[in-house]
């Protein structure tokens, strides 16, 4: 998560985080606040032992444990933990579980309940609940994407297509941001001045955001080709026709929010950079590399087949009828189906 130390180097708020970590040490800016209540309702005597404990457990990574600050109703007590490192290096993180894997027995020894908070460690929980749904969140996004996009199109290979074209266009946002915002490549060049850890939030909203537009492509393209093939029965005739009606479009809708997002680009603030960075890479990426140079060059290659579904499938889908193939009359959809059979 994104704190004073990743601000720009001209605001205060870095200014003092920067003084702070060379008069005091970077821990400073990442205290940890340990609360005790105890179950006689007396927390002073519980917190001194609890302290007594952790300076006892000798962990490498702490500078110093404060003396017990009682609340003004007397219920609860904290304690103030300094680590050696800042608030985002990663003996920090480890130093956190450290003491959350110790706080059972301390609890059990002073017979009081203690918690593990503070802005460095409320920072920690936030990014493992990110990470921990961010699979679950693709999943199910992808997954409705491909049920969807089953049911409009009555296909196997464009669903499983526009999953895999996504893939690539996160893949590749997501390589663009570390290179530049992690690894530093490039970094002067559009005024990022301190690199470090992703920020935690930065996937979850890329790949919302991405995905919408990526599937909005794929649908202004593909259904322009199944729309002719519908009509024409010629997979390859379709795909040149469709590349070339939905193509103008795609690639104005994909202009406008490349530059919509790279306008954000130079802006100072450090958390909003990496997201517009890589929603403007991931753009580029999937209108012009994916959906009009991939997903035309598949369909070209796979012809009939990319418009194939399983007889059972195909029974046990209602038919939503985009093209308007059921508003032609009885003996030219009679025709179309004798037509269809004698080409496959």
């Known amino acids: 998560m994104p704190d004073n130390g990743t601000a720009a180097p001209e605001s205060t ?8 970590s060379d008069a005091f040490g970077p821990g400073r800016n990442g205290r940890l606040l340990v609360l005790v209540r105890s179950a006689d309702g007396d927390p002073a005597p519980a917190a001194t032992e609890v302290a007594t404990g952790l300076e006892r457990l000798d962990l490498p990574e702490v500078v110093s444990v404060s003396a017990p600050q009682v609340s003004e109703d007397g219920s609860t007590a904290i304690l103030t933990v300094v680590p050696k490192a800042g608030p985002r290096d990663e003996r920090t993180e480890k130093l956190v579980r450290d003491i959350r894997a110790e706080t059972p027995e301390l609890a059990a020894e002073s017979d009081a309940e203690i918690l593990v908070t503070g802005s460095t460690a409320a920072a920690i929980d936030v990014s ?57 490549w490039l970094a002067d060049l559009i005024g990022v001045p301190t690199t470090g850890p992703v920020f935690s939030f930065m996937p979850i909203v ?10 909005d492509y794929e649908v202004f393209l593909v259904s ?9 029965g ?13 193509s103008r479009v795609v690639t104005a809708a994909a ?21 517009a960075f890589g929603l403007a890479v991931g753009i580029v990426v999937d ?6 140079t991939l997903v035309p060059a ?24 985009i093209e308007g193939a059921k508003l032609r009359g009885p003996e030219q959809r009679e025709d179309r189906r004798v037509l269809m059979d004698v080409r496959s």
Not at 139 to 168: N, T
Not at 255 to 275: G, N, R, Y
Not at 287 to 292: E, G, H, K, P, Y
């Open 13 to 20: 708020q870095r200014k003092a985080y920067d003084l702070i």
């Open 234 to 246: 010629k997979p390859y005739e379709s795909v040149i026709a469709g590349s070339r009606h939905a």
């Open 298 to 321: 598949v369909l070209a290659l796979v012809g009939r087949g990319a418009w194939w579904l399983p007889r059972p499938l195909d029974r046990l889908l209602p038919d939503l009828d």
């Open 206 to 215: 890329l790949i919302a955001v991405l995905f919408g537009l990526a599937m």
């Open 128 to 184: 493992d609940k990110l990470s921990a749904s961010l699979l679950p969140f693709a999943s199910i996004v992808v997954g409705l994407a491909l049920l969807l996009l089953l049911l409009v199109f009555r296909s196997i290979v464009v669903p499983l297509k526009a999953a895999f074209g996504f893939l690539l266009s996160v893949g590749a946002a997501f390589g663009a941001v570390v290179a530049v915002f992690q690894w530093g």
């Open 255 to 275: 202009l406008i929010m490349f530059a919509v997002f790279a306008s954000f680009v130079t802006a100072d603030d450090l958390t909003l950079k990496p997201i």
């Open 224 to 232: 322009r080709m199944r729309e002719d093939f519908v009509h024409t």
């Open 287 to 292: 209108a012009f590399l994916v959906r009009m």
